[in-house]
């Protein structure tokens, strides 16, 4: 079966960047579509159907997002575009934007009518600042052939859309943290409640939407949510970037259907063409660093047997004891080679790094995982450490004020859960730790 | 709207948050705040120790909430029930928060002017642990002086932003915030300005630990060795009501007046914030009218034995 594509169908095409050439590929569709021949609720309802579920990591269906958004009379409503594609092993987003930028400000200019919102920003990472210089110079072409500013298409619809960047904090990426960013204060997650569809950019109704749910709705409005729904399996719709990386022979981008085999994925000719330099595979972490890595032996089955595939139910099979996330589809494989502890303190440090420090459990647990984590990759660990580690990860999770604390804690957990032995390695061979690797885990015998 | 908090019912006003609920209650429902400061909107939420449990979300919506929520922030809905003192989850949510806000605090007791006051002594007496499971380098700075009557000692801050809003809510000029993030956060002025304003003087008082001190009181006595009274003067600038904490004749220190959660009472419908003169300038008694004892409720080390008043609520704590 052909895999069908629909946000990166023409993104071979010479020129694609330009108006011009992305016009004449069909692009702006869906604004014409939408400001011709449909009222702003009937584009929430396609969105609906559709089944669309938030590409950023979390998975909530965009179209109840949508449709919680607060509509007080007289008080401006906004749309954000969360670009703060930060998660180590994600770069879908940077991949989108760079190529088709077009795509992310149709799926705006859409997407901000069926929103009523008359002003919305793309929030971008700082880092990607010749990205910042791609969308810029995209919709200066929008706004000068109509389809941005007053009156868009002649149908009194007024919209501004700008870019601001971000000062490079992972934190940012969170919705709250990223809305007192744009308001210029310390990215800081706010106290939820009220949520940002009630009280969100300077008090009022705001939607935060990840580039490429905001670009899916594209295909969604055009084709129809159905057909969108048509896709996929399960409540799985439609399609997914997944960035590949580690050590695959074809790591990259791919937009896959939702449904296709994590096997296929990783083995398949089409995709990344197996495990680089012949080697066995060791361990995945499927949808970025902060969901639970998984053992050889889970990756391409669940502990049920069944085939592993690439959705959001599927990954997440098993639930914390033997399954994962589909998160945000940043997709790390790690081959026999790899060390298993030296990764996790690699991850931890991230979170230690990118931790706000405005509550405590994440504040000074993540610190202090680093700490440990970093000890016993050295050979300076103890073999009671692994259970304080299991410990302090018990005590973040679920008590901090954004999923931070969560996102540093789950790779943690299951890091021990699944290689335990390996830690214990670290801690009794401290001297062969440094100098060669545990490779594969032992495969638990199932009765 | 009715609120079940530890099986005692109480009906409160939409828009209420479960740890103003319980503080009408009182006594021992009452979740402890480090944070969360009534007086200062935008506080609260950070430091995660009134954590409380919640096992029904409302008559409407039954179903109990997955995470410990934190009660200083999250409204009440009619007939919700919550757990604090009666739940397991939260007593052990606890303990992890107070064994994270101890981890990097250098706990250098003896040598506070904060030990006897502090909020985060009591926390650790009730919740913490008996060992450290912290085998590292506690995270350091250098003490700093903010302006010439504040001293930061970083080392024991715990974050809670409450002297942040202070200086946004009670000074003209903001110098002062938070640099860095992660475990790196630390409170700061703008390149080591001065924080020079009439009433930077109630950042001391809204810490809940020892992290800002007054230089004018720094090791002239312990807490618990002084007599607060109540006492009042003619201010152009505030309420002038305080709490002069003497040594026989002699003023030791001036404070605001603070409730048994710590923070400065309301007087006439008004926070009374002290300015920084009647806290730092007026130790001379004859500028003072002196009114009676100072009654100090939650703190039993200073409450301790002083007036007969003052000794049932420290009887709670033994019992």
Known sequence: MKNRKLLLENVHIPGIETFDVYRKNGGYRSVEKALNTMTPDEVVEEVKKSGLRGRGGAGFPTGMKWSFLAKPEGVPRYLVC????????????????????????EGMITSSYALGANTSYIYIRGEFMYILHILEKAIAEAYDKGFLGKNILGKGYDLDLF?????GAYICGEETALLESLEGKRGNPRIKPPFPAVKGLWGCPTVVNNVE??????PIV???GDSYAAIGIGRSTGTKLISACGNLVKPGVYEIEMGLSVEEFIYGDDYCKGIANNKKLKACVPGGSSVPILPHYLVTKTASGEDRLMSYESLADGGFVSGSMLGSGGFIVFDEDQCIVRNTWNFTRFYAHESCGQCSPCREGTGWMEKVLHRLENGHGNIRDIDLLAEINKKIEGNTICPLGDAAAWPVAAAIRHFRDEFEWHVTNKDEAITRNYGLSKEPLIA | MKVTIDDITIEVEAGTTILNAAR???GEVVPPAMCFYSKLPGTGGKCRTCLVEVAAGSTADPRPMPKLVASCSTPVMDGMIVKNKTSERVHEGRSAVVEFLLINHPLDCPVCDQAGECNLQDLGYEHGSVKTRYEEERRTFDPIDIGDKIKLHMNRCILCYRCVEVANQLTEKRVHGVLHRGEHAEISTFIEQAVDNDFSGNMIDV????ALTDRTFRFKSRV????PMEAECECKKCAGKVVLW???????RVTGRKDQYGEIETIDDKTAWICNECRFDKKDLAKWKVTGPRVIDRHSVISQGKYETSITPSIKKIN
Not at chain 1, 213 to 218: F, G, M, R, Y
């Open chain 1, 82 to 105: 969360n670009a703060d594609e930060s998660e180590p092993g994600t770069f879908k987003d940077r991949y989108l934007m760079e190529k088709i930028p077009h795509l992310l400000i």
């Open chain 1, 163 to 167: 870019v601001v960047p971000g000062g």
């Open chain 1, 213 to 218: 749910s905001l670009a899916a709705v594209v």
């Open chain 1, 222 to 224: 055009n084709d129809g």
């Open chain 2, 24 to 26: 009408k209650i009182g």
């Open chain 2, 207 to 210: 810490c809940p630990v020892g």
């Open chain 2, 224 to 227: 618990w060795f002084l007599k």
């Open chain 2, 246 to 252: 003497m040594f026989g004749q002699e003023i030791y």
